[in-house]
């Protein structure tokens, strides 16, 4: 029962622990890129979040680079906003 009692402090640790919080650049452009195409179509956090069945706090968590998404996630995001996901495997300097 102590670790039920201690529940909300754990959590609070969770989001903190480094492995969740993925504030590097990469995550930031994605996010960015969330941000910026969601705004081209004239979306609210709101309504992205509608037609995702996702909560409003959760696209704003994503597009502040705070939710480690999953690739499905990132798929459907992508998807509701009529974008393209590009990706480039290339060695540094090419």
């Known amino acids: ?3 039920l009692q201690n529940w909300n402090s754990i959590k609070r640790q969770m989001r903190n622990d480094s492995w969740n919080n993925p504030q590097n650049k990469f995550c930031r452009f ?3 890129k969330i941000k910026q195409r969601r705004k081209e179509k004239g979306l609210t956090q709101k309504a992205l979040a509608r037609k995702l069945k996702i909560s409003q706090q959760m696209i704003s968590r ?3 680079g705070k939710e480690n998404i999953s690739l499905l996630t990132l798929k459907n995001v992508v998807d509701s906003l009529e974008g393209r996901v590009f990706w480039r495997l290339s060695k540094k300097g090419e």
Do not use: V
């Open 1 to 3: 029962m102590i670790f």
């Open 30 to 32: 994605i996010a960015d």
């Open 62 to 64: 994503i597009e502040n």
